[in-house]
């Protein structure tokens, strides 16, 4: 480096400008390629892998956002039956508790980090767990 510098009789921050001055130039020659062949309908094979990989992308983004409002949904949908069926009056046992306690834990979890909120269940969960504490003060599992 230092002889490449002695040859170019520059310090390294001059050295530095020049190396991106000389990216962002052809950064901006390849986007006016890129106009130019999309203007005439010329389809050069790296312009169009740019944009099947960006479709592919955006596609995969909402399957992911799909499959993620079905399990909440899937969720939402046991957690407010199992609260219904114990308001009619059916009994569970201590797994079918635990299990819904850990599905509302992982409800929550998930609208959570996917910046969502909860409306629809609060009510249900109360209902459960205080059922679930009053079966386990009275020893009726």
């Not at 957690?79 to 929550?108: M, P, Q, V």
């Amino acid at each position: 480096m230092k002889p490449l510098l002695t040859f170019l009789q520059l310090d390294a921050f001059q050295l530095s400008l020049a190396v991106v001055i000389g990216l962002s130039i052809l950064r901006i020659l390849s986007e006016v390629l890129e106009w130019f062949c999309r203007r005439n309908g010329i389809d050069l094979r790296i312009y169009r892998e740019r944009r099947e990989r960006k479709e592919l992308k955006a596609n995969l983004q909402k399957l992911t956002d799909m499959f993620i409002e079905k399990e909440i949904d899937d969720m939402r949908w046991e957690i407010l039956s199992f609260s219904s069926a114990l308001s009619d009056g059916r009994n569970f046992g201590k797994e079918h508790f635990e299990h819904i306690i850990s599905l509302h834990t992982k409800y929550e979890t998930i609208l959570e980090e996917n910046h969502m909120e909860n409306g629809l269940v609060t009510a249900s969960m109360e209902v459960i767990e205080e059922i679930y504490k009053e079966k386990l003060r009275n020893g009726t599992f």
